[in-house]
């Protein structure tokens, strides 16, 4: 089992930018793809993007394409998720998750091995 810690979350306005961090122990991190999700108020849990095992390949929700970039760094054991030009419909906890597999694809919560327990990003119009 691993560990999952996310930081960096907080209140922006809209065309701002934030950076999340997820800080992992336990099992091996870099065996592993990692996913960032998001939850709105009232709403399912989505999927936001995921990195591949070993950060070579990157797979975005078709709403956060081209604002979102998920990176990782496997010596530091951390996941991050640079978010820019964000919108009022962006605001959600957000989820660091460790899934079962090693690929960046499209993941959804059954596939998930490890959840953080999240971190809220409000943006203001």
């Known amino acids: 089992q691993v560990q999952l810690v996310e930081s960096g979350g907080g209140l922006v306005q809209a065309g701002g930018s934030l950076r999340l961090s997820c800080a992992a122990s336990g099992r091996t991190f870099s065996n592993y793809a990692m996913v960032w999700f998001r939850q709105a108020l009232g709403k399912e849990r989505e999927f936001a993007a995921s990195i591949s095992w070993g950060g070579g390949n990157t797979y975005y929700a078709d709403s956060v394409k081209g604002r979102f970039t998920i990176s990782r760094d496997n010596a530091k054991n951390t996941v991050y998720l640079q978010m820019n030009s964000l919108k009022p419909e962006d605001t959600a906890v957000y989820y660091c998750?460790?899934?079962?597999?090693?690929?960046?694809?499209?993941?959804?919560?059954?596939?998930?091995?490890?959840w953080g327990q999240g971190t809220q990003v409000t943006v203001s119009s």
């Open positions: 998750a460790a899934s079962r597999g090693r690929l960046a694809v499209l993941i959804s919560p059954p596939m998930v091995g490890s």
